[in-house]
């Protein structure tokens, strides 16, 4: 008996700025706090990509498209036609932006990347169908790009998956 060689799955890590793409062989993740981590899934196609957004607005800086909210989601609809893979059954899934830093002042920067991600997902027609956003600690997510699911691991609780 001839034994099938099962592929293992390649885990790319998207750091502060970057977006990645994958297919159903492959996997991203990242470390988030106040940034936001994105997910993009075509769930016929079983591709992804992932952006680590850690500004709501790029106010005409220059910078990697993944680094803003405002031009994060373009970006990743672009790495994906460059697959072949079209707008149209799109999905979206946020998770992240931590308040950080306290309750209150001038460093919540987690709340405005979460309402400028939802407002440029709203623009760009994209459903949000699932979420983990907020609260105050920051989050290990695993994105398999074969189903969508987006493990969420936070110190001192459960992974949860969305």
């Keep these: 008996m001839t ?3 099962v592929p293992i799955p390649t885990q790319i890590t998207v750091g502060m700025g970057q977006i990645a793409v994958g297919n159903k062989d492959d996997r991203l ?15 016929r196609l079983s591709a992804a990509a992932l952006a680590h957004v850690v500004l709501p607005a790029s106010s005409g800086r220059d910078g990697a498209p993944g ?15 460059r697959l072949g893979i079209n707008r149209a ?9 931590a308040c950080m830093f306290g309750a209150g002042g001038p ?4 709340d405005a990347n979460i309402a400028a991600t939802r407002e440029a997902l709203a623009a760009a027609g ?23 699911r987006v493990t969420i691991e936070c110190v001192n609780h459960p992974p949860r998956i969305i």
């Design 29 to 43: 993740a990242a470390v988030l706090g106040s940034c936001v981590g994105v997910v993009l899934f075509h769930p």
């Design 3 to 5: 034994l099938a060689a």
């Design 89 to 97: 059954g799109l999905v979206a899934k946020l998770t992240g932006g």
């Design 126 to 148: 994209i459903p949000i169908v699932a979420q983990d956003v907020g609260g105050r600690v920051g989050r290990r997510i695993t994105v398999d790009c074969r189903d969508g």
């Design 107 to 110: 460093m919540q920067i987690g």
């Design 67 to 81: 680094k803003f909210a405002d031009t994060a989601i373009a970006a990743m609809i672009t790495e994906l036609s």
